[in-house]
């Protein structure tokens, strides 16, 4: 089972940006689609952003495009995400997630059922 670990939250200003990673441990990283999720207090998880096996497609949440970016390095067995230009509304904990499958397909991969391993989250907090 692959161990993952998100770091890079913290407290940010309105606008500001924050850069997360997501290790994961094993040997077969470059094989899982990653999604990022995140959950704020009272609320569902939701999806933000998913990238495929190689890095050649990504998708993101409506509210996130074109402040967040997704990317992969598989090589050190990592995931990231950029944000920039944070809004209050983008706290909460965001978690990483591996997913299977051979196709990619943005309707599957934005689900949070579609995921098998999870992280424990880094919590992000954007104050006003």
């Known amino acids: 089972q692959v161990q993952l670990a998100e770091s890079g939250g913290g407290l940010v200003q309105a606008g500001g940006s924050l850069r997360l990673s997501c290790a994961a441990s094993?040997?077969?990283?470059?094989?899982?689609?990653m999604g990022w999720f995140r959950q704020a207090p009272g609320k569902e998880r939701e999806f933000v952003a998913a990238?495929?096996?190689?890095?050649?497609?990504?998708y993101y949440q409506d509210s996130v495009k074109g402040r967040f970016t997704i990317s992969r390095d598989n090589a050190k067995n990592s995931v990231y995400l950029q944000m920039n230009s944070l809004k209050p509304e983008d706290t909460a904990v965001y978690h990483c997630?591996?997913?299977?499958?051979?196709?990619?397909?943005?309707?599957?991969?934005?689900?949070?059922?579609?995921?098998?391993?999870w992280g424990q989250g880094t919590q992000v907090t954007v104050s006003s």
């Open positions: 997630a591996t997913a299977g499958g051979i196709a990619w397909s943005t309707d599957y991969y934005s689900r949070p059922a579609s995921y098998n391993n």
């Open positions: 094993g040997r077969t990283f470059s094989t899982y689609v």
């Open positions: 990238i495929s096996w190689s890095g050649s497609n990504t």
